[in-house]
């Protein structure tokens, strides 16, 4: 799978990756052995994307949350990966400098 990195991203120690068009068809069940392929861990967090305007903070471990009802995911927490999936939209990456915060939407 190819993946996309920013160096800009990068600089400020911040691990991403983004991928292209997917192979159909993409199951969640796969999100482990991508993020493995793709370097970040394992541990993470999915939105179910509603078109809504849900928003989970996410606190405390647990690999593969599927979270109901959201559209943007947010974590301050290292060792998280947040995941979305988009189509029709376009993905937004949010850092805050000050407090690490990371939010996708």
Not at 57 to 64: A, E, I, P, R, Y
């Amino acid at each position: 799978m190819n993946f996309l990195r920013f160096p800009e991203l990068e600089a400020r120690g911040l691990r991403h990756a983004f991928t292209l068009r997917s192979v159909s068809p993409l199951q969640t069940a796969d999100l482990p052995r991508i993020l493995q392929e793709a370097e970040l861990p394992e541990n993470y967090a999915i939105g179910e994307q509603t078109h809504g305007a849900g928003v989970a903070v996410l606190q405390g471990k647990g690999t593969g949350e599927a979270i109901p009802g959201v559209d943007a995911l947010i974590t301050r927490e290292k060792g998280r990966s947040l995941v979305i999936r988009v189509a029709d939209c376009g993905p937004v990456w949010i850092h805050c400098g000050k407090t690490g915060a990371i939010a996708l939407v």
